[in-house]
T-cell receptor, first 115, second 116 residues
Framework: AQKVTQAQTEISVVEKEDVTLDCVYE???????LFWYKQPPSGELVFLIR??????QNEISGRYSWNFQKSTSSFNFTITASQVVDSAVYFC????????????FGTGTRLQVFP | ETGVTQTPRHLVMGMTNKKSLKCEQH?????MYWYKQSAKKPLELMFV???????ENNSVPSRFSPECPNSSHLFLHLHTLQPEDSALYLC???????????????FGPGTRLTVL
């Protein structure tokens, strides 16, 4: 079975704090892709990152970083020095293998950053 | 306009009404999708179109009827909906489907639908 679990329903932090959003996935496929999307109050899902299962290198993009660990089936997302504009719902998603476009989403983590 | 647009952004309809949701992508993509996002549930894939052909229908009730007249436009026709159909309906597009590297899906802002 394929499944994405985001155990943190809601996280609240104060501006400038670092925050990590957890994502644990399940799949029997050896080839798969993992994604993070951000959904601000406006509603649209904003693509943040895509990672394939053969690339375990961690990635950093500005204040965002991602830690992919196949050994624990996790793909965690860290925001450094959080800002109020980071307030949104963040979704982790899985595509089990290439040539299928089924995005399996977690239930999302609502992040609130207070000034 | 850029990216994926959806109209209307908000829609309130009665159970006997007929309405349509529209999605347009300006990315030159060949695949388009409809998702339903209900409160406290994961996003649910409803339909997938590739080059105007429907390739996936995830057991969606017939009161939802998709239409893809060309690769840039996707509609979702609604009739005799139920209150439990109230949700955010999201459209997405990707470059292609098929035996290649999975393409990233880009989403529109959604239509917030309320069925009374």
């Amino acid at each position: 079975a394929q499944k994405v679990t985001q155990a943190q329903t809601e996280i609240s932090v104060v501006e400038k704090e670092d925050v990590t959003l957890d994502c644990v996935y399940e799949t029997r496929d050896t080839t798969y892709y993992l994604f993070w999307y951000k959904q601000p109050p406006s509603g649209e899902l904003v693509f943040l990152i895509r990672r394939n299962s053969f690339d375990e290198q961690n990635e950093i993009s500005g204040r965002y970083s991602w830690n992919f660990q196949k050994s624990t089936s996790s793909f965690n997302f860290t925001i450094t020095a959080s800002q109020v504009v980071d307030s949104a719902v963040y979704f982790c998603a899985l595509t089990p293998r290439p040539n299928t476009d089924k995005l399996i989403f977690g239930t999302g983590t609502r992040l609130q950053v207070f000034p | 306009e850029t990216g994926v647009t959806q109209t209307p952004r908000h829609l309130v309809m009665g159970m006997t009404n007929k309405k349509s949701l529209k999605c347009e992508q300006h990315l030159g993509h060949n695949a388009m999708y409809w998702y339903k996002q209900s409160a406290k549930k994961p996003l649910e894939l409803m339909f997938v179109y590739s080059l105007e052909e429907r390739v996936e229908n995830n057991s969606v009730p017939s009161r939802f009827s998709p239409e893809c007249p060309n690769s840039s436009h996707l509609f979702l026709h609604l009739h005799t909906l139920q209150p439990e159909d109230s949700a955010l309906y999201l459209c997405a597009s990707s470059q292609d489907l098929g035996d290649r590297v999975t393409d990233t899906q880009y989403f529109g802002p959604g239509t917030r639908l309320t069925v009374l």
